[in-house]
């Protein structure tokens, strides 16, 4: 048992594409509802409150107004502004829009939160491992970069070239060094190119080493996911949970399709708020018993 | 697994993705889905073409030092990003393009784009900031002679790429929050995007200023010397 961020890149993958798929296109006020707080309470779970809650809040409210200003279909005129009318339905579209965009930003701050850079180039090098060694190389050098200027400037200043006392004399100066260190870095990446040939890089078949590998949990989790999400796509697709908004708001009746097109789709995006309940309790239980 | 290490499947999709799932998802989407599921053909569109990228790369035998000036230029482009307001993404794009080849600045636009979200914010708009600016480099790359001869068609460029960019995003924001193409909210919200568009297209035309005869220079250097 892991908690869902330890689980496979592939299976966290396949998570948040269908979550944020099913809430994006299937446009129905109960999914996005279990959409945005499920992603909501994990994203809790995942990074805790911060600022970036208030951040959120603000594209929901902005997302809200934003629909009944510039769209003015719908028959329910709530009130007139600038002789425009402000309607009912324009706003519960905007309302279920921006629980669709928070909803989704949510979910992809959980993602980048859980999808750190070595867990993209495995998913890049399963797709193509030379783009993967491009990512890898170029991630490296970034700190290369602080460390080399540092170097850079202390010789500067070393041979008296540096001044800093005047302003354009200091903008002189640090072009001078961002301008050394790119000769610099190319330089040292011919080097890095010249040694990766001579050890016969490129000659035989490319492989990658990764320290994720699909176990069993990865692919019951993956088919799970993937036929929770069929059965909701496939009860959308049958008209059972069609939504109109306008010209006025109108959703179908209650049927055994949409019953279960909500169910499926609440149990896929809680899915890893479960998991990790679950393994919390299973740790708490295992500690209690070595205690004993 | 979902390989494309596979050659013959990589030859498939190299020819398949452009001749006839794009135009297929296209039609599709135009004749069977009804008009509200746009942006689900637009996003299937753009994976698509990131993927056929993927497929030609891998394929294509890009050099090992022409991979690694790429990279290069990749990480620069990302420390670039974090300077407040003027971002020189695009520059370095052109400038690659230009210097090592139209798929050498797609691979600089795309990847510096996809990497640099991870500090910036990842979201459903980053294959499409890849798309854009992959596309950016990748122009600049068919036009290379000429925008290294005329420095005024290079201003010229800069300018255009900002205001382009504003434009496909701005499809993008639309389709996102409507799920189909509103023309007064397209209006809406390339006007209330004036000020950004502006900011881009000087950033741009600063940057290539600055940087493409001094980087020129040195990548120039960097092939005579290398034999790239």
């Given at each position: 048992m892991r908690t869902f961020a330890r689980y496979d890149p592939v299976t966290v993958l396949v998570y948040f594409a269908a979550v944020v798929g099913i809430s994006v296109f299937c446009f129905e006020p109960m999914l996005l509802l279990t959409s945005l707080a499920s992603c909501v309470v994990y994203n809790l779970m995942m990074?805790?409150?911060?600022?970036s809650h208030i951040y959120y809040a603000l594209i929901f409210a902005a997302t809200l107004v934003v629909n009944p200003l510039v769209s003015h279909d719908?028959?329910?005129?709530l009130l007139v502004l600038n002789d425009r009318p402000i309607t009912l339905e324009a706003t519960v579209y905007g309302l279920f829009a921006a629980a669709m965009i928070c909803s989704t930003l949510y979910a992809f701050g959980s993602f980048t939160h859980i999808m750190t850079s070595d867990k993209l180039l495995y998913l890049l090098g399963i797709l193509s491992p030379k783009l993967s060694l491009v990512i890898s190389m170029g991630l490296r050098l970034i700190p290369e970069f602080s460390r080399d200027i540092k170097r850079i400037s202390e010789a500067q200043t070393t041979l008296g070239v540096?001044?800093?006392?005047n302003p354009i004399d200091a903008i002189k100066g640090k072009l001078r060094i961002f301008s050394v260190m790119v000769s610099l870095t190319l330089e040292n990446g011919i080097t890095t190119a010249q040694s990766m040939e001579a050890r016969g890089?490129?000659?035989?078949k490319r492989t990658n080493y990764s320290q994720y590998h699909i176990k069993k949990a990865d692919v019951i989790l993956i088919v799970a996911m993937s036929a929770l999400s069929a059965i909701t796509c496939i009860c959308v697709a049958s008209g059972a949970m069609n939504t109109e908004f306008y010209p006025s708001f109108k959703t179908s009746p209650m049927s055994c399709a949409k019953l279960v097109g909500r169910l499926s789709f609440a149990l896929l995006a809680a899915l890893p708020i479960l998991n990790d309940i679950v393994y919390a309790i299973r740790k708490k239980i295992l500690i209690s018993r070595a205690w004993r | 697994m979902l390989t494309v290490k596979n050659k013959y499947a990589r030859t498939v999709l190299r020819y398949a993705l452009p001749l006839c799932i794009i135009p297929l998802a296209v039609l599709l989407g135009a004749v069977l889905?009804?008009?509200?599921?746009?942006m689900l053909i637009v996003l299937a569109v753009t994976l698509a073409a990131l993927l056929l990228f993927c497929t030609g790369f891998e394929k294509k035998n890009i050099g090992t030092r022409r991979m690694v000036i790429c990279s290069v230029m990749t990480a620069l482009s990302i420390v670039g990003?974090?300077?407040?307001?003027?971002?020189?993404i695009t520059a370095i794009a052109v400038i690659s393009a230009m210097y090592l080849g139209a798929e050498s600045g797609f691979l600089v636009g795309a990847l510096s784009v996809l990497l640099s979200n991870f500090y910036f914010g990842q979201g459903p708009w980053t294959p499409f900031q890849m798309l854009a600016f992959g596309l950016l480099g990748y122009f600049a790359g068919l036009l290379g002679g000429a925008l290294k001869k005329y420095r005024i068609l290079l201003i010229l460029y800069g300018i255009i790429s900002g205001i382009a960019f504003s434009f496909i995003m701005d499809i993008w924001t639309v389709l996102w929050y409507n799920g189909t193409f509103n023309i007064s909210l397209y209006r809406a919200s390339l006007l209330s995007a004036v000020p950004y568009t502006l900011v881009y297209s000087v950033s741009n035309v600063i940057y290539l200023c600055i940087l493409s005869d001094s980087m020129g220079q040195k990548l120039e250097r960097i092939k005579k010397k290398y034999g790239i």
């Open positions: 990074c805790g409150a911060g600022r719908g028959v329910t005129v540096y001044a800093d006392g890089w490129g000659v035989g | 889905i009804d008009e509200k599921k746009y990003r974090f300077i407040p307001l003027f971002k020189p």
